[in-house]
C-alpha cells in the first residue's frame, strides 16, 4: 500500500492576519516555521521516498523541513501552486464578500466561474489531476506533496469523486496533513483529512 502525504503550508503572517494571499510570495512567519518543524517531526515516522512543492516560498520552506528529515531534495512543480487570486490579494477575508459580493458568490459557488484576477476552481482542479495522474505511484512507498488549500480541496474531490461545487465543505487548516492511500488497480482512498495533532502542545 502506498501513501501520498498531502500538507498545507505552514503559517504566514497573512493567515494570522486573516488576508487573502494566492501567489503573493510570502515567508513563513515565527508561528508558521514551527509549524513546519512539527509537521516534518510528525512524517519523520513514515516512510517517505520524495518530497514536491508548490513554488511559493511558504510551501518550499515548510517542505524543506520535511526534506531535512529524509535527506531528500524537494522537487518543485508549478501545478500546485496557489490558484491566481490577484484581484483580492492582501485584502481581509470578511473584506472580500462584502466588497464583491457578486464575483466572490459566483466563484464560491460555480467551479466555471469566469471573474478576472480570479482562477475558477475547475482550472484549478484540471491541473491538480493532471499532477496526481503523472505520479509514479509505483515508483515510491511514500510521497509527500506539500501545497495549498485550494490544491488540496481539489486533490480531495478527486480521491472521493466529490461534484466539485462542494470543494468549500470542508477545512485545510495550516500544516494539516491529509493523507491519501493507493492500492493496485488505481485504487485511491480517502484515509485521514485536515490531521493536526502535531501541533498539539510544545
Not at 103 to 122: L, T
Request: overall charge neutral; hydrophobic content about 40%; proline content about 2%.
Amino acid at each position: 500500500m502506498k501513501k501520498i502525504f498531502i500538507v498545507r503550508h505552514a503559517n504566514t503572517i497573512y493567515n494570522t492576519e486573516r488576508k487573502w494571499q494566492g501567489r503573493i510570495d510570502l515567508e513563513l512567519d515565527e508561528t508558521g516555521r514551527w509549524m513546519a518543524k512539527r509537521v516534518a517531526y510528525r512524517l519523520s515516522y513514515e516512510n517517505v521516498d520524495v518530497i514536491y512543492s508548490s513554488p511559493l516560498k511558504r510551501a518550499s520552506q515548510t517542505a524543506e523541513e520535511i526534506a531535512k528529515v529524509h535527506g531528500l531534495d524537494v522537487i518543485i512543480d508549478d501545478r500546485i501552486i496557489e490558484g491566481e487570486l490577484s484581484l483580492w490579494e492582501g485584502m481581509k477575508a470578511e473584506d472580500v464578500p462584502r466588497k464583491y459580493k457578486k464575483d466572490y458568490e459566483e466563484w464560491a459557488n460555480n467551479p466555471k466561474a469566469d471573474i478576472p484576477g480570479v482562477e475558477n476552481f475547475e482550472s484549478v482542479y484540471k491541473r491538480t489531476v493532471d499532477f496526481l495522474e503523472n505520479l509514479d505511484i509505483n515508483k515510491y512507498d511514500g510521497i509527500v506533496v506539500v501545497t495549498h488549500a485550494i490544491v488540496i480541496r481539489a486533490i480531495v474531490c478527486y480521491v472521493m469523486k466529490m461534484p466539485l461545487k462542494s470543494f468549500r465543505e470542508f477545512l485545510i487548516g495550516n500544516a494539516s496533513i491529509t493523507t491519501i492511500v493507493v492500492r493496485e488497480n488505481n485504487w485511491w482512498r480517502l484515509l485521514n483529512l485536515n490531521e493536526r495533532s502535531h501541533l498539539m502542545g510544545d
